[in-house]
């Protein structure tokens, strides 16, 4: 992509972003969001953060499920998981995965 | 409140905006390895560093950069519109949010309500929230969330160009890159405390597998609605039988 088209298209993103952070605060508290909407939207970011993780941790880069190739990756994954759950800590879990990631790389290689 | 010169800044004040940093501090371990890992991302882009470190200031969000300079990739260019899209569905979190601080920031004038508003992320809204919704400091809460906001903003740029920068000095074995999927493995995971969410995360974790062959990385719009469903779906049937 040209680095106009780039610019171009994060403006985009960076104005609808901004219109949303700013939407009820530009309206005040008057309106209130449906029970529903407020429902739908408290499951977005699970949703679409899961399916932005699962892919990584067991699709190789050419779309195979749970290859040799993605088997440290997928072991690393499960390890972020508990350790997550258990430490709630992000630095926990990005030390813990990426450790797990370099043991089984080593010993699976 | 007294007059202060129109920029002055009260002692409360001070200490509310000192406060919000030092809470906003302890979440840094875990940006900055983002910020570091997204710059790699945006170095993967092909774009000159200069443009793909503007989106750490025109959209500032992390997931939404990392979602859309990875669909950016040189090797499997997405169509615009459809990064768009993604985007901004991943972003629209964000309407929540502004639901949630609007009541706290409605006596703010709007230059105020601007700048907070641009700076709102997952992690300060959630250090800050406690504190305006607390109501000790009603009038000059909103001072802790600026506070907060400010620190993450400075360390997100910093993080953010030095990834970009360092990113060919680091050998892809070190698995740097796992930090970002470990992040968002950090957030979701401890979030899951109930049924609906556990089936949201599930349902769209599997589609996005099943689906991710979708032309242009389409599938994680199924993957997030399906989950989004399957929630919903969840929390009525397990309100229904109970109830």
């Known amino acids: 992509m040209s680095s106009l088209g780039a610019l171009l298209l994060f403006a985009c993103i960076g104005a609808g972003t901004f219109a949303m952070r700013f939407s009820f605060v530009a309206l005040m508290s008057r309106l209130k969001l449906p029970a529903w909407s407020a429902e739908v939207l408290s499951f977005v970011p699970t949703a679409v953060l899961s399916a932005l993780i699962l892919p990584q941790l067991v699709l190789a880069p050419d779309g195979s499920f749970l290859s040799a190739q993605t088997h440290p990756t997928a072991l690393a994954g499960i390890a972020a998981i508990v350790a997550a759950l258990l430490s709630r800590n992000v630095l926990v879990t990005i030390v813990i995965g990426i450790a797990t990631l370099w043991v089984s790389q080593a010993v699976l290689a | 409140m007294g007059f202060t010169g129109g920029v002055g800044v009260t ?7 000192i406060m919000g940093m030092r809470d906003c501090a302890a979440l ?3 940006t900055v390895p983002f910020g570091l890992a997204l710059g790699t991302v945006a170095a993967q882009s092909g774009l000159p560093a200069l443009v793909s470190h503007s989106s750490s200031y025109v959209i500032f969000a992390g997931s939404a950069q990392l979602i859309t300079l990875s669909m950016m990739n040189l090797e499997s ?3 615009p519109m459809l990064i768009l899209i993604t985007a901004l569905v991943l ?3 964000h309407v929540l949010y502004s639901a949630s601080l609007a009541p706290h920031l409605k006596h703010l004038g709007w230059r105020w309500k601007v700048l ?4 709102t992320t997952d992690e300060t809204y959630a250090v800050s929230i406690q504190r305006l919704q607390a109501g000790n400091t009603p009038r000059i809460a909103h001072w802790h969330f600026l506070g907060a906001n400010l620190l993450l903003w400075a360390s997100w740029q910093t993080s953010t160009l030095l990834g970009l920068f360092i990113s060919g000095a680091i050998p892809a074995s070190w698995g740097l890159g796992f930090a970002v999927p470990a992040t968002f493995i950090a957030i979701v995971f401890p979030a899951l405390k109930d049924k609906p969410m556990m089936a949201a995360a599930l349902v769209g974790g599997v589609i996005a597998v099943l689906c991710a062959g979708l032309p242009f990385k389409s599938g994680i719009l199924v993957a997030a609605a399906a989950g989004i ?5 969840t929390k009525h049937l397990v309100t229904n039988t109970t109830a």
């Open chain 2, 77 to 79: 260019l997405a169509p």
């Open chain 2, 116 to 119: 907070l508003s641009y700076l």
């Open chain 2, 11 to 17: 002692t409360d004040e001070r200490n509310e905006l």
């Open chain 2, 28 to 30: 840094l371990p875990g």
């Open chain 2, 229 to 233: 469903a399957a929630g919903m779906l």
């Open chain 2, 91 to 93: 972003n629209l979190r």
